[in-house]
């Protein structure tokens, strides 16, 4: 219990900072692309008979990297681009791990992961991947935030937007990889959307945004494990229904600071 | 004279093969104060896009300052459409014009004394200063405006290119703010694009009508031959109220 506590700290810390990038930067579907196409990378490993870390690793930047270079290239047809390849990859991990004899990975582990038996050395990549995060994050910060507000803008002020691009889907494709081990896709996904979408309405800058989604992430993985605890519950599903539960509060609720009323005739 | 500081050289551009401008020529001079009119669609804001050098030529060369417009950035103060900006963003005022001094390629700390200096000056130039902690998406459209102006302004550009500024402002915060670019004018060169054609009448030095082409008139007029060639369609500017004629004439001081 306390490494499923500490892993889901260390998932709400990484998940609410690039979570807000992801949202802001509208990246949720690629998000959602990479988390699916990754699974094909479960099956090279397996099939091919190499360490399952390198394959999910390796496939899922890949795909990231594709994605990335078309949502860049073409940005009328990425959306389409990326779903291709999010059912390519599926299919090719099923395929891949029907016809390895002797293994029977559990699909459902792969939905909705373990976070009840995590293994301590996950635990560290975690922490590792976090350090990188916040080290990204932190020396880029106003650069992405450029990026995030105001790309041309940022592109004229000589922001290096395509290196900035790429990194930051490489993170994502890592970071989603890392966390599918742990706490399974669908966690990731909501992890990475619901708590930037809440905190949006009411955070001040980018920032605070990122700090109101960990925390926001923090409250959603303690409570969703004790119920999951207590009620012998699925624990990454009992985690998402705590934070949809949230969810669904704010959208029904209007921002609860009443914004000071806009003063007309003051206009330049 | 001085030399031109953008100078533009046979370009042509299409977006998928579709061609946007063809043949396209142009010389800016220092301390101008150019508007760039045209139809919708006719191509000023690619123009314009070429010569910040977010999109590159297909043919023919741009260059600002003697050089490449990426590596003139420093120089150059963009302020672009409203409406292209990302709404419910959760980001300050002032957070929106300290993007200005943001040099790109990271680092720890950020924003040195000076660059917090001229933040707080540009802010209170556009009086926004008051404001700075409010959030961009709590603002009207003629305070944004003014905002992206003093983004603009906090890299001390030597010109500054303006996208359809006044998409979202009443007419009375039109002539306010045209007033200013023309005080600005005194050191900046100044390059609008704008859709209706207000601006010529008492602030613009020259015009630069595009519509595929380019036509150039170095003084705040337009005539029969631009609207002909320009427009097709001359009922577009006289719907937006403007006579028949221009007078070049400037009531300046």
């Known amino acids: 219990m306390r490494s499923a506590l500490l892993a889901g700290l260390l998932a709400s810390i990484m998940c609410g900072i690039i979570g807000t990038l992801v949202v802001v930067n509208r990246l949720v579907f690629l998000s959602g692309g990479i988390a699916h196409a990754a ?21 899922s930047l890949l795909m990231a990297a594709i994605m990335a270079a078309v949502s860049l290239k073409a940005k009328h047809r990425a959306d389409t681009i990326i779903g291709v390849l999010w059912a390519v990859g599926m299919a090719l991990g099923v395929i891949l791990l029907d016809i390895t004899p002797g293994y029977n990975v559990d699909l459902m582990s792969y939905l909705f992961g373990s976070i009840l038996t995590v293994p301590v050395s996950d635990l560290w990549l975690m922490l590792l991947l976090n350090g990188v995060v916040l080290l990204f994050v932190g020396y880029y910060y106003h650069d992405l935030l450029s990026l995030s507000y105001d790309e041309e803008f940022a592109q004229v002020r000589g922001v290096p937007v395509r290196f900035l691009y790429f990194s930051l889907i490489a993170i ?16 990731v996904i909501a992890l990475l959307t619901i708590p930037p979408y809440i905190a949006e309405k009411y955070a001040g800058s980018l920032s605070r945004m990122m700090i109101y989604s960990v925390l926001l992430n923090l409250f959603f993985t303690t409570t969703g494990l004790w119920f999951s ?11 998402i229904m705590v934070a949809a539960v949230c969810f669904f509060i704010s959208v029904l609720t209007k921002r609860f600071k009443l914004k000071p009323s806009l003063r007309n005739g003051e206009s330049f | 004279m001085s030399t031109p500081i953008v100078e533009i050289r046979d370009v042509a551009f299409a977006y998928s093969g579709e061609s946007v401008l063809q043949d396209v020529s142009l010389d800016i001079r220092q301390r101008d104060f150019m508007a760039v009119i045209g139809p919708n669609g006719g191509g000023k804001t690619t123009l314009l896009k070429l010569m910040l050098g977010i999109l590159k030529p297909d043919r023919g060369t741009v260059r600002i300052f003697g050089t490449q417009p990426r590596e003139a950035a420093s120089r150059i103060g963009y302020v672009p459409q409203d409406i292209h900006v990302n709404r419910g963003f959760p980001i300050s005022v002032q957070d929106v014009v300290r993007m200005g001094r943001v040099r790109g390629g990271g680092g720890w700390k950020h924003f040195s004394k000076k660059d917090m200096a001229i933040v707080q000056q540009a802010l209170e130039q556009v009086e926004m200063w008051s404001l700075r ?14 905002v992206f102006l ?16 006044m998409s979202s402002v009443d007419t009375k915060g039109q002539t306010d703010f045209y007033d200013y670019l023309l005080e600005l004018n005194r050191t900046v060169t100044i390059v609008v694009v704008s859709h209706d054609a207000m601006i010529l009448s008492s602030h613009a030095k020259s015009v630069a009508c595009v519509n595929r082409q380019l036509f150039f008139h170095n003084a705040p007029e337009i005539t029969k031959d631009m609207l002909e060639m320009a427009y097709h369609c001359p009922v577009e500017l006289i719907g937006h109220g403007l006579p028949h004629r221009v007078f070049p004439e400037h009531k300046e001081d």
Not at chain 1, 229 to 239: D, E, K, P, V
Not at chain 2, 133 to 146: K, N, P, V, W
């Open chain 1, 39 to 59: 699974y094909g990378g479960i099956g090279l490993a397996f099939f091919f008979g190499f360490p399952y870390l390198w394959g999910i690793m390796g496939f």
């Open chain 1, 172 to 187: 994502i494709a890592l970071l989603v990889v890392m966390i599918i081990q742990v706490v399974g896709l669908i966690l």
């Open chain 1, 229 to 239: 605890y207590h009620f012998n519950l699925t624990s990454g599903a009992s985690i």
């Open chain 2, 133 to 146: 902690f409010r959030r961009m998406d709590e603002l009207s459209g003629g305070q944004r405006q003014r």
């Open chain 2, 150 to 165: 003093a983004r603009a302004l906090v890299s001390k550009p030597e010109i500054l290119f303006l996208d359809e500024p």
